[in-house]
């Protein structure tokens, strides 16, 4: 028992996390409620709550570190980052399957968008726009600054993603500028992730999505 709060009777949250606050958490003021708690909760739900995981089903296979089951242990890490105004992310250093300490980074919210964009499509940023039998078909679409912006017309799907390609490159290229004093783990993904799209441009290849781009190094065949 601390003070009026009895912590052995509070309930898992969906079933998994363990809220050891000294503290109340979520007062009925929603003005004082704790911005640490509220980032463990939102983790463990998106994890662990059947109702979140079938509206996304991407987190099915996700799981959160056992070192931060309990709130305490989380937010003694989060307290060590530079959290404020940022997003919790497990995509840029992790491979995306686990929150941890050591997979898991505060980044800009844009910084977070970028890697999601298009996923599961053949040819990311094309889509088959008119069926009347027009010579260009396709339009290229992809998001610059947070807005969608129109790349064109095109004869192909592959014309139009590498029209998609283009304009991730020119915009990763903007964000690695803009957040040139990020930690230098993210801005060497960053740096791979250029790399990866320029040679994809080059050789013609198809960029399923931007996350692989974190995982692997493309090299010369000589």
Not at 58 to 75: A, I, M, P, Q
């Amino acid at each position: 028992m601390i003070g009026n709060l009895n912590v052995r009777l509070r309930k898992p949250i969906y079933g998994f996390g363990i809220n050891d606050a000294d503290y109340v958490t979520q007062p009925i003021d929603r003005s004082g409620r704790c911005p640490i708690f509220d980032k463990w909760h939102s983790m463990i739900r998106r994890c662990y709550s059947e109702h979140s995981l079938k509206m996304y089903p991407l987190y099915t296979n996700v799981e959160v570190d056992v070192r931060w089951k309990h709130f305490s242990g989380f937010k003694v890490w989060m307290e060590s980052q530079n959290w404020q105004g940022m997003t919790l992310d497990k995509d840029w250093i992790g491979e995306g399957t686990i929150y941890s300490p050591e997979t898991c980074r505060f980044i800009p919210q844009e910084l977070n968008v970028f890697l999601s964009e298009n996923l599961f499509k053949e040819f990311p940023g094309s889509r088959l726009k008119f069926l009347d039998g027009r010579d260009k078909p396709y339009i290229s679409q992809s998001m610059v600054q947070g807005k969608k912006k129109h790349l064109g017309v095109f004869s192909c799907e592959f014309d139009a993603h590498r029209a998609w390609q283009m304009s991730k490159l020119k915009e990763l290229q903007r964000l690695s500028e803009v957040y040139a004093n990020i930690g230098p783990d993210i801005q060497n993904k960053m740096k791979l992730i250029e790399n990866n799209l320029s040679f994809a441009l080059k050789h013609g290849i198809v960029t399923s999505s931007l996350k692989e781009l974190t995982e692997m190094v493309y090299e010369e065949v000589t």
